[in-house]
């Protein structure tokens, strides 16, 4: 009875579904969805009348779901997205539309929990169901991500590829071998609307669905290499996004075969996988990056080995302009492809055209302003780092690649400009010097693009760089002999700024370079500053260190005989031997240490100045600038004077000259302030350099405190006579204060030379040769810096008797004089450019009233012979020697230094009161006593002038006593100066001893 029952039922069944095709509500009612439900357990053999039965189901949910009365017309969406408050029909529409819903749950359940069978001859009919719904129902042609989101909204299908994946799940190999062939075969039966199915279904098998798809590819390709691959294309850049791996094994075992191939197919290998990157970025991004990983010399010569067999085929012949836009398609590799390409371009002609071609399409894009993949990639920091490397190669075709692409990303990216700079300009070039091409190429720019980068961001980022690690110091350690960012950085720049002084730039235009260096002065001048003060507080610590050192010697072995007479050969020159290339005790050095380095640095900026004409009129600095400018030069000089060898210490001293010159010629401030720390740091700072001698401090005497002068006298009462008396009571110290210390540094002629030019570099005016006011700068600086008083420093000469007042004064000049011999030399400059030498009145008044009264004091023992080598004789001879060449003095008192060694101390007395000082105290050494002549020159015209006898009577007096040693001086000096004044045709000749002086001032020569 059971049996007959379920036996009706099916045939009413039956009869339902065949009369209700018209009828969808008959169709869709819940209790004859129920009743076919249960056929399937009960009555297993109707399940392809059921399964029938639900596809008439799925069918209805899908025509509902693209029917346009269930679309609503503001929202777009079906009736069963929407709330529930629509019209009554729309209502019962949408009860029709999700009727399967109710299939498709108790499917499921069936799956899950039924027997294993049921599992493929679900997946089965789901797999044909939605094939055939499918092709039906699409109306248009959409993309794969398209069809996917409009079908997925039905709920139809939604449920039958829920079903279909659920069934994947519980298949064994074999069945889903089946299933995926029965996809792959619906696919070929509908290419054109099934490639969605395969593509969202895919996930379930990637990597079979892949190759499958890609041999379904290949074959299609071989039979019409025209075809559209477009459903291939599409179901394998669909799952790019979640199964790349899988796509990438897959291209690599394709390509492991392309280029060994076995098979017919193989060949058509590599054409096929290029043909499909032109339909998707992804798959081309995929390939690319299987290349990049599995490539090798060995793949390079397969390629070269089977390309003949790729152009053989007509499906070749116009795949190179789609290679070449295919890297500008790249969001990852891109530049890294290029590069490869650009190291093989030497070797294959094929490469260079593909670089050239795809190189010219990039620069075009750019100028055109259009975006592209590729330029993320370049934007990279990855990507920056290997083309930075790239830009170093001594391969020319990669590095001007490595350039041009980086011009490329500099265009939208400014930040990879500026860093570019910065990079490549701290590299040292000194092995490759060919690469230093890309640099200069690089500052070139992009021509033909607007608004691209300036070069003086990246110059300010690399010297700030620069500057910070100067200051901070604290890089990571470097093998000895490694040159550091800083010298490789000003390296470069000299190098740049040399070629563009000679015309050699031509990527640059014109100035620019210039230009930029000039407005990244104050940060060059700040790295000069960190770098000379390094120098000078080395340099003033190791001259303290041999100065206390050799008070302890001088202290153990006080020997004051032979003070006095190292003394002596102190002015003679008779001390030590002349200076050698390398210093006593200075060997040749294997490894640079740091002080090395930073004088080489120092070398280097100076260098940088005088190539970018620093402090040059034409450029626009502010006033500290300029100020500090000129004290770095000085200090930079007095550095370069350190130098081992004469060779270096020359070539410093010339950049210190250019620099020096240059900027005081264009503004007298720097002129003012160079010429004062020349002066005062020779006297006061670095004067060691110039053969300054140490004095004793108060301590290195070691006097104690009981015996000092100041406290003997506060335990003796005042006498009557105190206010009168000048005497002290008991010994003032320990006596004489022992002589100054021998200096062990030789100080030739050189340094002080060279120390002369630097004045001579000062004052000097290209545009007025003539023009001596720098000279007498000099002349004031000393007065004021020499000269302890500021009262009496008048250019007059007293009445002898006033010299007493400034006694003490006079003596602190000449012992200056002592202890800085470089005095003599400057004082000898300025005597050349008259009158400068006038406003130094002050110290030749101090130098010989201190001689006179040093004489004087010789008359005590009369019996002391006088050496010619002696100080006080020196002294006096050059005091004389600058009077003749300063033309303050006249014939024949000019004359008068030749022979002063032949008198003795009361006659030298004598005749400095009566000759010299009577002289001078008369005509006062004043600018007015010079006029100017047709060339300009300053010049006193004593010949025409009769010396009155009070000045000259002593000398001759004295000359005719000793005419047997003095007869042709004589002669000299009064017959032939007599005979010459009283000659009409030569009365307006010049003196010989005026036009050019014989005798120039003696340059000390210390140890």
Not at 66 to 77: A, F, N, R, V
Not at 485 to 495: I, M
Not at 789 to 817: C, H, K, S, W
Not at 933 to 943: A, E, I, V, Y
Request: proline fraction near 5%.
């Amino acid at each position: 009875m059971l049996q007959q029952n379920i036996l009706d039922q099916l045939k009413q069944f039956i009869d339902t579904v065949s009369n209700g095709h018209s009828n969808t509500q008959l169709l869709t009612k819940p209790s004859l969805i129920k009743l076919a439900l249960s056929f399937l357990d009960e009555l297993p053999a109707t399940r392809d009348i059921v399964f029938d039965y639900f596809g008439i189901l799925a069918e209805i949910g899908v025509q509902l779901y693209i029917s346009p009365e269930m679309i609503d017309q503001k929202t777009g969406l079906p009736i069963s997205q929407m709330k529930q408050d629509g019209n009554p029909h729309q209502q019962m529409r949408a009860e029709e539309y999700e009727s399967f819903n109710m299939v498709k749950t108790s499917l499921q359940n069936l799956i899950w929990k039924g027997p294993p069978a049921w599992s493929p001859l679900i997946a089965n009919w789901s797999l044909e169901l939605v094939a055939k719904l499918s092709d039906k129902y699409t109306q248009r042609r959409m993309t794969i991500p398209a069809s996917c989101n409009f079908w997925l909204e039905c709920s139809a299908m939604h449920g039958l590829l829920t079903l279909i994946n659920s069934c994947f799940r519980k298949l064994n190999n074999t069945e889903a071998e089946s299933c995926v062939e029965t996809m792959l075969n619906a696919f070929h039966r509908y290419p054109m609307t099934f490639d969605w199915i395969v593509a969202r279904l895919g996930g379930c098998f990637p990597y079979k669905i892949i190759m499958q798809i890609l041999q379904c590819g290949i074959k299609r390709f071989v039979e019409d290499y025209r075809c559209h691959l477009d459903s291939e294309a599409g179901i394998l850049d669909y799952m790019t996004s979640c199964h790349e791996q899988q796509l990438r094994a897959a291209f690599c075992e394709l390509l492991k075969d392309g280029l060994e191939p076995k098979k017919s197919l193989d060949v058509a290998i590599v054409p096929f996988l290029l043909i499909t990157t032109n339909y998707s970025d992804a798959i081309l991004q995929s390939l690319v990056n299987v290349f990049i990983d599995t490539y090798n010399e060995d793949m390079c010569e397969a390629i070269v080995l089977k390309a003949p067999l790729w152009l053989s085929n007509k499906m070749f012949a116009d795949m190179q302009p789609s290679l070449n836009n295919a890297v500008l398609r790249l969001n990852q590799h891109g530049a890294k492809l290029l590069l490869m390409v650009a190291k093989l371009a030497e070797k294959y002609v094929w490469c260079q055209d593909f670089l050239d071609t795809s190189m010219q399409e990039l620069e075009q894009w750019v100028l055109n302003m259009r975006n592209f993949p590729l330029l993320g990639d370049l934007a990279s920091e990855k990507t920056k780092y290997m083309l930075w490397k790239s830009c170093l190669s001594t391969n020319l075709l990669e590095q001007q690649t490595a350039v041009r692409l980086l011009l490329v990303v500099s265009s939208q990216h400014p930040h990879i400009y500026y860093q570019t700079i910065s990079q490549l300009l701290r590299k040292s070039y000194a092995q490759n010097p060919n690469t230093i091409g890309a640099l200069i190429r690089l500052l070139g720019g992009q021509s033909g693009v607007l608004n691209f980068p300036n070069i003086t961001q990246g110059f300010k980022m690399v010297l700030e760089d620069i500057m910070l690690q100067e200051q901070v110091n604290n890089r990571l350690p470097v093998e000895p002999g490694t040159p550091s960012e800083a010298y490789n950085t000003f390296y470069n720049l000299n190098l740049l700024a040399k070629m563009h002084k000679k015309n050699q730039f031509s990527h640059i235009k014109p100035q620019l370079l210039m230009q930029s260096l000039n407005e990244c002065l104050p940060k060059i001048i700040q790295i000069l500053d960190c770098t000379i003060l390094k120098l000078v507080l080395r340099m003033d610590k190791l001259a303290a260190e041999r100065s206390a050192e050799k008070f302890k010697k001088q202290q153990a072995n006080n020997n004051n005989n032979n003070n006095y007479e190292t003394q002596h050969d102190m002015y003679n020159g008779n001390g030590p031997n002349k200076r050698s290339k390398l210093e006593p005790g200075e060997l040749p050095k294997t490894e640079e240490t740091p002080d090395a380095a930073r004088m080489r640095l120092a070398h280097l900026i100076v260098e940088l100045l005088n190539n970018m004409e620093a402090g040059a009129r034409s450029n626009v600095l502010r006033t500290p600038l300029v100020l500090k400018l000129a004290v770095l030069s000085v200090k930079y000089f007095f550095v370069a004077l350190t130098e081992e060898t004469i060779i270096r210490r020359a070539a410093a001293a010339h950049r210190a000259f250019a620099l020096l010159q240059r900027q005081c010629t264009a503004r007298k401030i720097a002129r003012t302030v160079c010429l004062r720390e020349l002066v005062e740091s020779a006297l006061f700072y670095h004067g060691h350099l110039l053969g300054q001698i140490e004095e004793y401090e108060l301590d290195d005497l070691q006097i104690p405190e009981q015996e000092l002068l100041i406290v003997q006298n506060l335990h003796t009462s005042s006498g009557t006579n105190s206010n009168r008396s000048v005497l002290h009571s008991g010994v003032i110290g320990r006596g004489l204060r022992r002589g100054l210390p021998v200096n062990n540094r030789t100080c030739d002629a050189e340094k002080q030379t060279l120390y002369l030019k630097a004045l001579n570099a000062c004052c000097l005016d290209l545009e007025k040769p003539n023009n001596v006011e720098g000279y007498s700068l000099v002349s004031l600086t000393l007065v004021e810096l020499v000269s302890t008083d500021v009262m009496y420093n008048g250019l007059p000469f007293p009445d002898e008797d006033f010299t007493r007042v400034t006694m003490e004064r006079d003596m602190q000049i000449r012992r200056a004089f002592i202890t800085s011999p470089v005095l003599w030399a400057v004082l000898g400059l300025i005597a050349t450019h008259r009158p400068a030498l006038c406003y130094s009145s002050v110290l030749l008044r101090a130098l010989c009233a201190t001689c006179l009264h040093h004489w004087r004091g010789k008359n005590v023992n009369k019996f002391q012979p006088t050496s010619a080598n002696d100080e006080l004789m020196l002294c006096t001879k050059k005091l004389l020697q600058l009077l003749t060449i300063s033309q303050l003095i006249p014939p024949p008192l000019s004359n008068l230094h030749v022979i002063i060694e032949h008198f003795d101390a009361p006659e030298i007395a004598v005749l400095l009161r009566e000759c010299i000082w009577n002289y001078l105290k008369d005509h006062v050494p004043s600018p007015a006593l010079f006029h100017v002549d047709n060339n300009g020159l300053h010049w006193r015209n004593t010949s025409q002038v009769n010396v009155p006898s009070q000045y000259v009577d002593t000398l001759r007096h004295l000359m005719q006593r000793k005419l047997s040693k003095l007869g042709p001086h004589y002669h000299q000096m009064f017959i032939m100066s007599d005979l010459h004044i009283s000659t009409p045709a030569t009365a307006t000749a010049e003196p010989a001893i005026f036009a050019a002086p014989k005798s120039s001032i003696e340059v000390v020569e210390l140890e």
